[in-house]
């Protein structure tokens, strides 16, 4: 059981402030991505949770226990950071064992771990070779199970597949997640790639300007942005500008629009943002009527392939479709077309 949790966590740097107030709970056995642009508070946020930063303010609690003033070392926390930090100079053997040998385990000990972990990241019989000899991916491996090798309490990644390139970065997401799954162990991963905290993790914690936007599931975000920080970061979005014309009602370029129950910070008459996802605005015939459905004009189409991107001017606004391919819509640019944007799908965000 290793349940970790944040209590008013702030850091600042001179005039800089990193981190600011963050309460958060990372649940025993799950995987946590904390997401954000550069420049946001994320590696210092995971560095103060490892115990190579000190906070501020706040306090870090490992199942109800303080740790803020624990130091690194004696956390017992496995790492593993972009530059992997593996010693060159070691075959894989000696680096996974490095812990172990530390800790004073024998060395018959040290040999059957070091096959276990071997095992465990998919490199069998790889235990003599030296670092210089392996690919990005199998040295991300040797990290990996490096860090995992002291049955770490809580596993922490810091943009640990950021070197790899595209595919072998997906394979190794998805292998990632599957041996947290397996091992049950209480991981934090910090990116950049929003693609990267979808695949992975059970909780999302969006970061911003140092402060925590969003925490929830991946679809949760996806679906029930909080604000357009988080709706444009996550995904791809349209971001309307309306002003807000009832409880369930805005008014999108001289058009209402029903939309599921609005927030009560916003207010009766202001400005507000609808933001709708790409895939959930059809593009149909001209004339069509019906719910949330508007007159626009098609101002550019792109054929993806696996999709189909069709722009759409309506009156003052665009707003962007995306279709599969057997959805694809029998439009061309400059087509007269009618917009629709289900109520169910449509968000208002504070503008
Ligand atoms: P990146 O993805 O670029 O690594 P990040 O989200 O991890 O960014 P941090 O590295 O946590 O962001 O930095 C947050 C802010 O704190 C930035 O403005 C950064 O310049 C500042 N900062 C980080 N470490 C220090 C430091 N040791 N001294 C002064 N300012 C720092």
Do not use: W
């Not at 070779?129 to 991300?140: N, P, T, V």
């Not at 665009?318 to 439009?331: G, H, L, M, N, Q």
Request: charged share 25%.
């Amino acid at each position: 059981m290793a349940e970790l949790k944040l209590e008013g966590i702030g850091k600042r740097f001179g005039a800089v402030t990193a981190v600011e107030n963050v309460d958060l709970t990372i649940p025993d056995g799950k995987l946590v991505c904390l997401l954000g642009p550069s420049g946001c508070g994320k590696t210092t946020l995971i560095r103060i949770i490892a115990g190579l930063e000190e906070p501020t303010t706040g306090r870090l609690l490992l199942d109800g226990e303080d740790i803020t003033r624990l130091p690194a070392h004696r956390r017992n926390f496995g790492m593993v950071f972009q530059s992997l930090a593996l010693f060159p100079h070691l075959t894989v053997g000696e680096n996974i064992a490095y812990g172990l040998r530390i800790r004073g385990a024998n060395r018959s000990v040290q040999k059957t771990r070091v096959d276990e972990l071997l095992d465990m990241v998919q490199l069998p019989g790889l235990a003599g070779r030296h670092i210089a000899q392996l690919s990005g991916g199998q040295r991300q491996r040797v990290a990996i199970a490096r860090a995992l090798g002291l049955a770490p309490r809580l596993f922490l990644l810091d943009e640990p597949l950021s070197a790899l390139d595209a595919k072998l970065r997906e394979a190794m997401q998805v292998e990632l997640r599957l041996l947290q799954q397996r091992l049950g162990i209480t991981t934090i991963i910090v990116t950049h790639d929003q693609r990267e905290a979808m695949t992975m993790s059970d909780l999302v914690v969006v970061m911003d300007d140092a402060k925590v936007q969003q925490v929830g599931t991946p679809l949760e975000i996806y679906r029930n942005p909080l604000n357009t920080f988080v709706a444009d970061f996550i995904g791809s979005s349209n971001l309307l500008p309306v002003t807000v014309a009832g409880r369930t009602s805005v008014d999108l370029a001289g058009q209402l629009l029903t939309t599921p129950a609005i927030s009560m910070d916003i207010v009766d008459g202001g400005p507000a943002t609808l933001s709708i996802r790409p895939e959930d605005v059809h593009v149909l015939p001209p004339g069509a009527e019906g719910e949330n459905r508007i007159a626009g004009r098609v101002t550019f189409v792109r054929d993806f392939g696996a999709s189909v991107e069709t722009h759409i001017r309506c009156d003052s606004v665009e707003a962007i479709s995306v279709a599969a391919p057997k959805d694809r819509p029998d439009v061309a640019c400059d087509d007269e077309v009618t917009v629709e944007l289900p109520p169910a799908s449509c968000v208002v965000l504070p503008r």
